[in-house]
């Protein structure tokens, strides 16, 4: 059976974006296990003692029950260029543990620190994250995601980006990107140039 995760970010003691994280493992375990009843991930996280200062990573490791539940330190992974990789088969709909389709489109990258996938023509996500883009004033994401993440989530919800249909061809239309997930919001992501995309 597939194991799945979420991955949550615990910030000063206090776990982030839970009511997003909550709504994707229902999602998942409805879906794809046909489980209607679920527990309450608020409920069930337990933090530990010692970690109510600085970033740590919660990990959900679950099916149908959850299996386990981990956490360690926060660390960035430094991202300055991006390589287009296309994918016509890839699917990670629901947050798999196993990443091994991903990881082996990321052995693609070359000299670049991640990737950014193309899928039936359309840009998706990169490794580890979904991906914001400028246009004067306005936040667009890629209406086609591979896995719709909780930040990306939160921020749709809140107005700060809008979805949009966005093509390879397409891409010196916009001014800059950013790499979002449950640890980096439209704030704190580090906006790259649009020539970090190499093609």
Not at 2 to 10: G, P, W
Not at 89 to 113: H, N, T, V
Not at 158 to 178: A, C, F, H, M, T
Request: charged fraction near 30%; glycine fraction near 6%; include cysteine.
């Amino acid at each position: 059976m597939s194991q799945f995760i979420e991955t949550i970010q615990l910030l000063q003691g206090k776990l982030k974006n839970l009511e997003f994280h909550q709504e994707r493992f229902e999602r998942t375990r409805r879906e794809v296990l046909g489980i209607k009843n679920h527990p309450r991930l608020a409920e069930v996280i337990c933090v530990p003692q010692g970690l109510d200062q600085g970033l740590f990573k919660c990990r959900v490791s679950y099916a149908e029950m959850i299996d386990l539940i981990e956490f360690e330190p926060h660390r960035n992974r430094r991202v300055k260029s991006l390589k287009l990789v296309q994918s016509e088969d890839i699917d990670y709909a629901y947050k798999y543990a196993d990443r091994s389709k991903l990881e082996a489109l990321f052995q693609e990258r070359g000299d670049c620190d991640d990737i950014l996938i193309v899928k039936n023509g359309k840009l998706s996500d990169s490794y580890y994250a979904n991906v914001i883009f400028s246009l004067g004033s306005d936040w667009i994401t890629p209406d086609t995601p591979l896995l719709p993440g909780t930040m990306r989530a939160s921020l749709l919800n809140r107005g700060l980006i809008r979805e949009g249909s966005i093509r390879p061809e397409n891409l010196d239309s916009y001014q800059g990107i950013k790499l979002i997930n449950a640890f980096h919001d439209i704030q704190s992501a580090i906006e790259l140039p649009m020539k970090a995309i190499h093609r």
